[in-house]
């Protein structure tokens, strides 16, 4: 299946830009254009063309706290409506047509999410460690990948590639097998929690040496369809930390691969440019094989072999599985709630 064939996939939240990204900024999501940009209530993310003639709305200002178009100088408000068309004589009002559709947008965690569909949510999912915790977060990474958003998440859920994909880091061709794990649902999605022995993480906790192995073990949650939480514990023998990662689906074969993380350490015990580094190091392996993977990701559990040790892979599936089969009658027949991005609200 395609990203964009999954029309639940756009009633949640995905990060589509950094709170301090310059502004207006044109946005891709399941292959359809969008404008974000900032008035003195925040951001909004509206249709990318105007309604007049059809400038592309990334050109326009916002100095004034109006969305100003370049071509003939139309105002736009947070809401999307028409507040100046400088050509119109005096006394006439504003065309009520002369609106921009406006989809829904919030902030957290130092990101602009975006849902433009009916959310299933009422904003992103939270962040344990973030908001109970209170470990230090950074985004990590924001960046565009060539490949599915689907298999951006299915191989942060996936156990067995780390002893080939990341050799070269942490992971040991010699000791290819997982141990045995099960899989539990959560409202949302699902957790697993798996012990792994791994060798040079140690820039992760502070530590330069990567001939160190350590115990730990890895919980892996499925947040949202696009989301994941993946988080290290250490037992007490170095600081934790938690990853967050999303893969905002620009169109079939692109995704913004976007990941945060949370640092149980301060900043002496555990770096954060030294854990950086070596994340960088780590999550430029995952790109290169994944830039080669199909875009065209299987949902049927009876579409491919599975072994033992791909559990949450293939529960990742029968989610997808049953999304795509949704009884929510605006699925049935294939119609999409999304107002197409040339469309004008009255
Ligand atoms: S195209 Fe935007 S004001 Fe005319
Ligand atoms: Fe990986």
Redesign the pocket.
């Known amino acids: 299946m395609k990203i964009t064939e999954l029309i639940a996939l756009r009633d949640y939240w995905y990060p589509i830009a950094k709170v301090d990204e310059m502004t207006p900024k044109l946005v891709e999501l399941f292959g359809e254009e969008f404008v974000l940009w900032n008035s003195i209530e925040g951001p909004s993310l509206v249709q990318a063309y ?1 309604p ?4 592309r709305l990334d050109c326009a200002s916002q100095d004034t706290g109006q969305l100003v ?6 105002e736009f408000a947070h809401d999307g409506k028409a507040t100046l068309i400088p050509q119109l004589e005096p006394k006439v009002p504003i065309p009520p047509k002369a609106k921009l559709a406006t989809y829904h947008v919030t902030e957290r965690y130092g990101l602009v999410w975006a849902c433009i569909g009916e959310p299933a949510t009422q904003g992103p999912p939270a962040w344990l460690e973030a908001d109970e915790l209170g470990w230090r977060v950074q985004v990590d990474f924001f960046e565009v990948w060539a490949s599915s958003a689907f298999r951006i998440i299915d191989n942060n859920l996936d156990q067995s590639h780390p002893a080939f994909v990341h050799k070269s880091t942490f992971g040991d061709p010699t000791r290819p097998r997982i141990p045995q794990y099960e899989v539990e649902s959560t409202p949302i999605g699902f957790r697993t929690r798996i012990p792994q022995f791994v060798g040079g993480v140690g820039p992760q906790m502070g530590i330069e040496d990567e001939d160190i192995d350590f115990d730990r073990f890895q919980e892996a949650e499925l947040l949202a369809p696009l989301h994941t939480r993946i988080r290290l514990e250490y037992g007490g023998t170095a600081p934790d930390y938690a990853f967050y990662s999303c893969a905002t689906p620009i169109d079939d074969t692109h995704a913004i691969y976007m990941r945060c993380s949370a640092l149980a350490g301060d900043e002496e015990s555990q770096p954060y440019s030294l854990f950086h580094d070596y994340s960088r190091r780590v999550v430029d392996e995952d790109k290169m094989i994944l830039e080669t993977t199909n875009p065209d990701f299987p949902i049927e559990i009876t579409s491919e072999v599975h072994l033992r040790c791909d559990r949450n892979t293939v529960e990742y599936r029968r989610l997808l599985n049953k999304l795509s089969r949704s009884s929510d009658p605006k699925f049935k027949n294939g119609t999409s709630n999304i107002r197409p991005s040339s469309a004008v609200s009255s």
Do not use: F, L
């Open positions: 105007c007049h003639r059809g400038a178009c370049p071509y003939h100088g139309w």
